[in-house]
């Protein structure tokens, strides 16, 4: 095991971190609580999550400020405090979208997100010390914060990455699931009253049975979000409500009304064969 990664696995063990990120990311929770909001930091209406595209303009931007830095001379000392300026204004939204995405997270990967924002929020500060240096004609001074803002960001990067890839935080969980092709029996007709719900498992797959009158709506169990198990949410007549963190999606096709969701919901196609229902994949 790499020492970063032994470094990321101690800080996901960092239990005193509980005691300021469980108040601050009730905060953040309370602050982004609109649908509008919600969604619009969730990358709801992209299909995937928001923050991982934003946070390649600030990277990118302070990455080519420091080349400019160091192998640009005068005669492009403007363009590197332009993207200097650049990355630290695009940090904000980035920061925005990745308190969004954190404060729906628990345990370890609340640990690792926690210190993943302090590293980035330290590296905006050293960065806009930098402008500031620069404007005032510290040339040298500007240099040198600039280059430790980079430093202090790439360690947020990997914890970032670590977040993503070793913790699947925001991953689909319903990527790798494999609903029937053909029409496969699943549950009893006379066994789903009306508006109530029913999971049941098929090919390893959990599917939620809902009946609407002489409707029956199958969509995949497992919210796409986070996992919650969707039986067990709120429902109404054309929605269903993810317990865990609020994810709507229409019972019809599984799109999402309100995030932290941003992919859809997958749906089956269903009948009633020789007194069973049947569901099968969509197209």
């Excluded at 969980?173 to 789903?192: D, G, I, M």
């Excluded at 009306?194 to 809902?210: I, K, M, P, S």
Aim: net charge positive; proline share 5%; glycine share 10%.
């Amino acid at each position: 095991m790499s020492t970063l990664h032994q470094l990321a696995r101690r800080v996901e063990r960092l239990e005193a971190l509980d005691a300021v990120a469980k108040p601050v990311a009730a905060r953040v929770r309370r602050l982004l609580r609109h649908r509008t909001v919600r969604n619009l930091l969730s990358g709801t209406n992209l299909g995937h999550p928001l923050h991982p595209m934003l946070t390649d303009v600030p990277i990118g931007a302070w990455s080519m400020a420091a080349l400019l830095d160091t192998v640009g001379g005068r005669t492009l000392a403007p363009a590197a405090d332009l993207l200097v300026a650049t990355g630290a204004v695009a940090a904000v939204p980035t920061a925005a979208s990745g308190l969004n995405d954190w404060s729906d997270t628990l345990g370890a990967e609340a640990r690792v997100g926690f210190v993943h924002a302090a590293a980035n929020s330290t590296a905006l500060c050293l960065y806009l010390a930098s402008l500031v240096a620069r404007l005032r004609g510290r040339r040298g001074a500007g240099r040198v914060l600039g280059l430790a803002g980079l430093s202090v960001a790439g360690a947020g990067a990997y914890l970032g990455g670590h977040l993503g890839y070793v913790r699947g935080v925001n991953v689909n969980r319903t990527a790798w699931h494999n609903p029937p092709s053909e029409w496969t029996p699943v549950l009893p007709a006379a066994e789903l009253a009306d508006r109530q719900a029913r999971r049941v498992e098929t090919q390893g797959t959990a599917v939620l049975l809902y009946r609407v009158d002489e409707r029956i709506h199958a969509l995949d169990a497992v919210c796409s979000h986070a996992g919650g198990p969707l039986e067990k949410g709120n429902f109404d007549d054309v929605c269903v409500t993810c317990p865990w963190h609020g994810s709507t999606f229409r019972l019809a096709d599984g799109h999402i009304e309100r995030g932290p969701a941003s992919s859809p919901q997958p749906v089956y196609e269903t009948r009633v064969a020789d007194g069973q229902i049947q569901i099968r994949a969509t197209g």
